[in-house]
């Protein structure tokens, strides 16, 4: 089932349930891919509708925010939970793992993708990793050809956004993989140049927080956060208002 949130349909799923339809879609011949929208995604598709209509086309569109969840609620249609790209992403590695499939990774600086696989592999060693590519490329279509040669089951596109989510809808179908997902900076996490926070602050819905602290830097990017909210608040107020009248 769908919820939208200023635009973007969401599927109101928990992270198990989202294992599941992920699942699947390894399982299956077909190409699909994932996208993990935050509050960021939402306000920059407000402003590019090729954005927003390839976020909506996507097989599964997960809430990587807690702003997302946090507005599904002020609109009256609370979405299950927070499902985050980096944790989709670990269940789809552990799916792949008993599968003894094969993972691709693209994206980030030179040398961190080949640092993430080495220790992906570490915690899940019946991957097969087929290959890897920084995410600083000028062209695209030599890129693909050497993804399709790979032949991966599974492709993380971590090339921030809206860029990695353009970049699948264009190139996924040709590379062969069943399952893409747009990851942003999920290899460098992957890779141990970043660290997620402690289990405590993210079941607080604090993750945002504790990324401030680290990064302070990215005050400007995370002020999209309380913009949503408002948004969202506007939203009912109005939508209440035409109830009424
Ligand atoms: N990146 C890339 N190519 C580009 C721009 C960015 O590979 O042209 C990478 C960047 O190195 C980082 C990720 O994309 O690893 C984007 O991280 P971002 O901070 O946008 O994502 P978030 O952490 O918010 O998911």
Redesign the pocket.
Known sequence: MKTEILGISFDNLSREEAKKAGSAMLHSPDFHYVVTP?P?FILAAERDSEFRALLNRANLVLP?GIGVVYSSRILGTPLKERVA?FDFACDMLHVLNEMGGRLYLL???PG?AEEAGRRILETYPNITLCGTH???FQDSDPVACEVAQANPDLLFV????P??EKWMTRYGAITGAKLAIG??????VFAGN?QRAPAAWQKLGLEWAYRLSKEPKRIG?MAKLPLVLVKATHQRISSKRKEGT
């Open positions: 935050n960021e990587d790209g994206g980030a600086k961190v920084d995410g600083y971590c090339l921030g956004a860029k990695q990851l942003g900076g999920a290899l460098d970043i990017r």
